[in-house]
């Protein structure tokens, strides 16, 4: 049975790699020996609903994962959104199956696999792991020990919402954790013999979007500073680490890929301003209480705040560092866990609206609109092309028209109605509602780069065949797990969106596999066992020290 290293980099642009390729060893073999292209993401492009769909091989609207969060169509009873967990997603993954064929996997990090799940072989909890204290991140679960041993204290991510005021800092730790994953990649591959290695990257998503404007001279903040190369420099350093493992696995079948790329951005568009300036949607008076806290807890009165976050940045005092690794403020973070990112995308704006009286809102990280229940069906349309007509008159802060793109979306109540772009990605539509302006531009603040539809793709190893053409394929994410599938001899379910990329394979690769197509049933059975399974692993390992925060085991 042949064996396959999926590498997960999540937010790796090929353009870059491709400008930076001299000086990347381990993409410049990739590049010269493999298969490579492009790979098309989700709609929307963003790293819950691209890396569940790379794991199932379905589209959101079957694994339900539009974005981080869980929500409800308004107006409803409930409207409190939550982030999403591993148990939310129902499909069977790449290695569910595997488990079911006995095959042995390890899964390394990788996105909203958090908590950790039964698998024939070893979990490592990925992001938004990070958030969370209380539950294991690995399966097993003495798994961590090891880990810590290790590498003196293993680290998904660090916290964001803390280490996004002080750049140094935030390089320090991000620095740290790649280092440490490298580590332990090697580690866990050498353990035992795997069928099935997927590692995940996280870091290059976060620098993009902490950085671009440093980098990127065309960027409307571009600044030269002496962390101008820092993108290159995360770059360059995943490059050595899979250069690194790459000569130690030797000739295995390897494939790299991103869940969406990369790309500047220019400012942010208060959708939910806009619509309700063009009477879509209806707000309740807001007091001056309710707009301190809104000031303080969203931290998103953008020029107020890009002032605040401005005169920190520049500062790069390493003095979080010092304090934050104190147990007791380490203790008062973790109590105090508030997620501001959760904040902006989910909004606490839910209860500013005068839900009787609203047609449309938008929630969500990428700004999706919904339209409310209060429309009758046989009006949906209608007022769908109405909305649709508003955003193409937009006006971007010069003046000039915006570019408005619109995407094909999805049925079902959880998925938004409407999803676009605006400028090819370049202002990123937030759902902030209240506080003290209606302004419906800001400029950026914290993040200067965004996510872009076209991520990285490349095949290698025995195989795989060497691509010469000029023009370089785009591949369809929906295609990765058929394609692992195939590769692995196991079966590809019948109602996954994708197939096996046939033209990547030798011919001889292809006289020994043969594509099988299996009906789902007996792996979302298998895929539901696995999950109570994960259950009983979950409350056993909670028993004797201390509760769980943050998350309740469903
Ligand atoms: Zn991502």
């Known amino acids: 049975m042949p064996s396959l290293v999926l590498i997960g980099i999540d937010s790796a642009s090929l353009d870059l790699i491709l400008k930076w390729k001299d000086k990347l060893k381990f993409f410049k073999k990739m590049i010269e020996e493999g298969f490579y292209g492009y790979l098309h993401s989700t709609t929307p ?50 290695w569910d199956i595997a488990t079911v064929h006995g095959l042995r996997s390890a899964v390394i990090n990788a996105p909203m696999t958090y908590p950790p799940a039964y698998i024939n072989g070893a979990m490592i909890s990925g992001i938004p792991a990070h958030l969370y204290s209380g539950y294991p991140i690995t399966y097993p679960l003495e798994l961590k020990k090891e880990l810590d041993l290790l590498v003196d204290g293993y680290e998904v991510m660090p916290r964001l919402d803390i280490f996004r005021f002080f750049e140094y800092d935030l390089i320090k730790r991000l620095k740290n954790v790649v280092e440490k994953r490298g580590k ?36 409307p903040l571009y600044r030269k500073d002496s962390l101008s190369d820092i993108i290159f420099y995360f770059y360059k350093k995943i490059d050595y680490i899979l250069d690194k493992f790459s000569r130690k696995i030797g000739e295995t079948n390897i494939l790299v890929i991103s869940d969406h790329g990369a790309g500047p951005l220019y400012g942010y568009f208060l959708v939910n301003r806009f619509l309700a300036s063009a009477g879509f949607l ?4 807001t007091s001056i209480l309710k707009m301190l806290s809104t000031l303080i807890f969203t931290m998103i009165e953008m020029e107020e705040m890009n002032f605040v976050y401005n005169v920190a940045r ?14 007791l403020i380490r203790q008062i973070i973790e109590r105090f866990s508030f997620f501001p990112l959760m904040e902006l995308m989910s909004g606490d704006f839910l209860e500013d609206v005068e839900w009787s009286r609203t047609l449309a809102y938008a929630l969500g990280a990428v700004g999706g609109i919904f339209l409310t229940r209060n429309i009758p069906l046989d009006k949906k349309e209608k007022v769908k092309e109405l909305v649709k007509k508003a955003l193409k008159n937009l006006k971007l802060p010069s003046g000039e028209k915006a570019k408005v793109e619109f995407f094909d979306s999805y049925e079902g109540d959880e998925a938004p109605d409407l999803y676009y772009s ?34 990285i793709f490349f095949a290698h190893g025995p195989m795989f065949k060497n691509n010469k053409d000029d023009k370089i394929p785009v591949f369809n994410i929906y295609d990765i797990a058929p394609t692992v599938l195939y590769a692995l001899g196991l079966p590809i379910l019948s109602d996954m969106d994708g197939k096996p990329i046939f033209k990547i394979f030798t011919d001889e690769a292809k006289r020994k596999l043969k594509a099988r197509v299996a009906s789902p049933s007996r792996y979302r059975i298998a895929r539901r066992i696995y999950l109570a399974k994960t259950r009983i692993f979950l409350k056993e390992s909670l028993k004797g020290d201390g509760k769980s925060s943050g998350m309740r085991v469903e």
């Open 184 to 219: 332990v990649i090697e580690y866990m591959y050498e353990k035992e013999e795997w069928d099935f290695f997927m590692p995940v990257f996280f870091t290059l998503d976060t620098i993009q979007h902490y950085f671009w404007n440093y980098f990127d001279e065309n960027h």
């Open 422 to 455: 605006i400028e090819d990605f370049k202002y990123l539509p937030i759902v902030h509602l209240a506080g003290w302006n209606s302004r419906i531009w800001e400029k950026p603040m914290f993040f200067t780069g965004w996510h872009r539809p076209l991520g």
């Open 45 to 94: 492009p963003l790293s819950p609903a691209a890396w569940t769909s790379i794991y199932t091989g379905k589209k959101p609207c079957k694994t339900k994962f539009y974005d981080w969060l869980k929500y409800v169509r308004c107006p409803c009873k409930e409207s409190r959104v939550r982030l999403r967990s591993f148990f939310d997603l129902k499909e069977p993954t790449i």
């Open 314 to 327: 520049m500062t790069r005092i390493p003095l979080v560092d010092k304090l934050i690794d104190k147990p």
């Open 282 to 285: 209806k707000t309740k008076r």
